[in-house]
């Protein structure tokens, strides 16, 4: 099957081939993380440019790697220090770096729609979505599908729990689209006041009992509370929410035994996440960074290099 996306600005229109192909592609690239030389020739006389609106270390740096792995040149262009600084508007600035040859431009922005923007102005580079405000994040959504299928084979039938902030998450919505295109049931759970009104358009079932939500669930992907929420008066404190949604031993005692626990990251211990689960066998928190790099290897990989007909 050929690669025919040119751009990557959220997965809820890709198909179950797409998903299927991508997760093949990652999985070759994840065979070159195991060789003591990681590196390979297929994108060689490629630039890829990373240009970062808010803070990363996990997508900024995994496209990093992935690209140079891969020997494409990789530019981390930053807003400081740049023409942005000197009111360089956006357009004008992804025109310059396309007038210099990048091929591909990720983009993170906290401003939802920012790549389909960057994706109507460009004319030669592809797009890739890093993250849009609430919207999207699809690699993320990628790596966490690559994450449970390696581990669990089929994802038809099984059970996502995502517990956590879903109004304000574009992990979530994005983690729900993939995870339902492959066949897996999806639950999510957390304060009513952290759910999006139109949950139900969601193609998801709302539990708010989190007890109920991860029983026997195959997956237990927790989202990472962030503090202006309590500050917001969405939840009564960091503490409370522990007591009611953070994940312990004894909760994932409910879920299906073995049930792989993930997590976007950064987490909070003792806040949605326990320190004892975090770091417990069944945690795969640090298989989804190395996950991380394999695919957005084999995105940038096939939409640079493509799988020819």
């Known amino acids: 099957m050929p690669w025919k996306r040119k751009h990557l600005i959220d997965v809820d229109d890709w198909e179950r081939e797409d998903f299927e192909l991508l997760l093949e592609q990652t999985s070759n690239m994840d065979s070159i993380l195991d060789r003591s030389i990681k590196k390979a020739p297929a994108l060689r006389g490629k630039i890829v440019v ?24 990789v530019i981390n262009w930053t807003a400081s220090g740049s023409s942005a600084a000197k009111g360089e508007s956006l357009r004008d600035t992804i025109w310059t770096l396309e007038a210099m040859g990048a091929d591909a431009v990720v983009i993170r922005h906290g401003e939802v729609g920012v790549p389909y923007y960057l994706a109507e102005k460009l004319k030669k580079a592809s797009v890739i979505n890093g993250g849009d405000g609430t919207h999207a994040h699809p690699t993320q959504a990628l790596l966490d599908l690559y994450t449970a299928w390696r581990e669990l084979g089929s994802l038809d039938g099984k059970k996502v729990a995502i517990v956590g902030d879903i109004l304000h998450s ?6 729900i689209y993939a995870f339902k295109a492959v066949g897996a049931e999806v639950c999510l759970s957390g304060p009513s006041t952290l759910m999006p009104t139109d949950i139900n358009s969601l193609n998801a079932t709302y539990e708010p009992n989190i007890a109920e939500a991860i029983d026997g669930a195959d997956v237990v992907y927790m989202l990472r509370i962030q503090r202006e929420r309590q500050d917001a008066g969405l939840f009564p404190s ?59 290897m084999a995105l940038l990989y096939l939409m640079l290099g493509g799988v020819k007909e």
Do not use: C, W
């Not at 574009?170 to 983690?175: G, K």
């Not at 806040?271 to 417990?280: K, L």
């Open 50 to 73: 990373n240009i970062f609106y808010e803070p990363s270390t996990r997508t900024r740096t995994s496209f990093e790697i992935a690209g140079k792995l891969l020997s494409a040149d």
């Open 170 to 175: 574009r992990v979530a919505r994005s983690d």
């Open 238 to 296: 960091l503490d409370e929410y522990h007591k009611r949604y953070g994940l312990t031993d004894k909760l994932l005692g409910k879920a299906k035994k073995g049930a792989l626990v993930m997590h976007p990251g950064p987490i909070n211990r003792g806040v949605e996440i326990a320190s004892s689960v975090a770091d417990g066998p069944q945690s795969f928190i640090l298989k989804q960074v190395r996950a991380g790099v394999a695919v957005r």
